[in-house]
Nanobody, 115 residues
Framework: QVQLVESGGGLVQAGGSLRLSCLAS????????MGWYRQAPGKQRELVAR???????NYADSVKGRFTISRDNAKNTVYLQMNSLKVEDTAVYYC?????????WGQGTQVTVSS
């Protein structure tokens, strides 16, 4: 089992920045991909960014150039630096880890961007 705990969400004005953190614990060996997803009210959960154990990254088009995902394997933590936030970035952000073809999810952290 892998446990994931997100932190760093909050309320920020448009144009501001936040950094989300996701700490993994439990059976964390062989975690391959870690990623951030988000779900806004009334919408489906969508990929924001993902990073492999080798450091390869993918981003949703809507966040390219504004968000940066990074991973500290020594600390078992993945980060999402979010800059130039927009009102439409408002959502619950979830961390996901994939280990041996199984997906594990965190509880989510709320990000609210005000105009």
């Amino acid at each position: 089992q892998v446990q994931l705990v997100e932190s760093g969400g909050g309320l920020v004005q448009a144009g501001g920045s936040l950094r989300l953190s996701c700490l993994a614990s439990g059976t964390i060996g062989s975690i391959d991909v870690m990623g951030w997803y988000r779900q806004a009210p009334g919408k489906q959960r969508e990929l924001v960014a993902r990073i492999t154990s080798g450091g390869s990254t993918n981003y949703a088009d809507s966040v390219k150039g504004r968000f940066t995902i990074s991973r500290d394997n020594a600390k078992n933590t993945v980060y999402l630096q979010m800059n130039s936030l927009k009102v439409e970035d408002t959502a619950v952000y979830y961390c996901k880890a994939t280990r041996l073809w199984l997906d594990y999810w965190g509880q989510g952290t709320q990000v609210t961007v005000s105009s």
